[in-house]
């Protein structure tokens, strides 16, 4: 199993941009990627082969009064962004998640996206 906290991820709003009629990575887009890719290599991930589940928990920004911050992604829209970033990392391909958990998780300074990637 595979067990990554990571940076607060990107908007899906925000995460293509339109470049000659083509939609492309944006430069947020890119930088979590590098990001994802930074975290996984500390933990020295490497791909798992055949099915995966993938457990995501969206862990909103802690405030300076100790709750969560009630300014946060729509839970739907962190799920592309948190699996392409994962791509050729946890899994080579992303058709490889045959079942996919989402959840709102505790706060946590900064936010952050806890994931926990499983062979099936």
Known sequence: MIRLTLP????????????NG??????????YREAVQYKAREKRVTPIAGDVSVH?????????????????????NCLKVALDALQGIAFSNDKQVVKLIAEIGPA?????????VAQV
């Open 22 to 31: 083509r939609a492309v990575h944006s430069a947020e887009a890119r930088s």
């Open 108 to 116: 946590q300074i900064g936010g952050a996206l806890m994931v926990e």
């Open 56 to 76: 995501v928990a969206l862990c909103p920004e802690l405030t300076k009064k100790g709750e969560a911050s009630k300014t946060r992604l729509d839970l739907d």
């Open 8 to 19: 607060y991820p990107v908007s899906a709003n925000r995460y293509w941009r339109i470049f």
